[in-house]
């Protein structure tokens, strides 16, 4: 059941399920955000957009967000710094990179500093659904942070590309 406020719910209420699961799209594309909110089932996700560094950055500190999904092209610090400063903070987020094309050192360098996946454009809403639901199991189970299988992320991602 939703609650009407974004955040209010502290991280105990959430991984039990007991309201909605807040995600961040960080991306000023607007078609990231609408891809990611098709892709998920509305009556347990709450998907919220940030259009730049700044408002992500505020909206990850001061609401909690077990899922966060950023452009690793959003304006502001490169996709590494940008996962240490979103994953990073006193509220620790599964953080997932959106990219458009296949980069084993940003997929590398992400699951180094704590992220945990990558997304490939053009967004696949069963992929979509897989990560962010994968991502949100480790966050209720207090495990935030690489995917539970690297090697099985990266074939997704790999699957991905060359379908494309």
Same mark, same amino acid.
């Given at each position: 059941?939703?609650?009407?406020?974004?955040?209010?719910? &502290?991280?105990?209420?959430?991984?039990?399920?007991?309201?909605?699961?807040?995600?961040?799209?960080?991306?000023?594309? +607007?078609? &990231?955000?609408?891809?990611?909110?098709?892709?998920?089932?509305?009556?347990?996700?709450? /998907?919220? $957009? $940030?259009? &730049?560094?700044?408002?992500?950055?505020?909206? +990850?500190?001061?609401?909690?967000?077990?899922?966060?999904?950023?452009?690793?092209?959003?304006?502001?610090?490169?996709? %590494?710094?940008?996962?240490?400063?979103?994953?990073?903070? =006193?509220?620790?987020?599964?953080?997932?990179?959106?990219? &458009?094309?296949?980069?084993?050192?940003? =997929?590398?360098?992400?699951?180094?500093?704590?992220?945990?996946?990558?997304?490939?454009?053009?967004? %696949?809403?069963?992929?979509?659904?897989?990560?962010?639901?994968?991502?949100?199991?480790?966050? $209720?189970?207090?495990?935030?942070?690489?995917? /539970?299988?690297?090697?099985?992320?990266?074939?997704?991602?790999?699957?991905? %590309?060359?379908?494309?």
């Amino acid at each position: 059941m939703r609650s009407g406020r974004i955040g209010g719910e &502290d991280r105990a209420t959430i991984a039990r399920g007991a309201t909605f699961v807040p995600v961040l799209v960080a991306s000023p594309r +607007s078609e &990231d955000y609408q891809q990611v909110r098709e892709s998920l089932d509305k009556d347990r996700w709450l /998907v919220v $957009a $940030a259009r &730049d560094w700044a408002a992500a950055l505020s909206l +990850s500190r001061s609401l909690v967000f077990p899922v966060i999904v950023c452009d690793c092209n959003l304006r502001g610090p490169d996709g %590494h710094t940008a996962v240490r400063g979103l994953a990073g903070g =006193w509220r620790t987020a599964s953080v997932i990179l959106l990219t &458009d094309r296949w980069d084993s050192d940003l =997929w590398e360098g992400l699951l180094q500093q704590g992220g945990f996946d990558v997304l490939m454009r053009p967004l %696949h809403r069963d992929d979509v659904s897989a990560v962010l639901d994968t991502a949100y199991r480790q966050w $209720a189970d207090g495990r935030p942070g690489k995917a /539970v299988s690297s090697e099985s992320s990266r074939n997704t991602l790999v699957r991905s %590309h060359t379908a494309s």
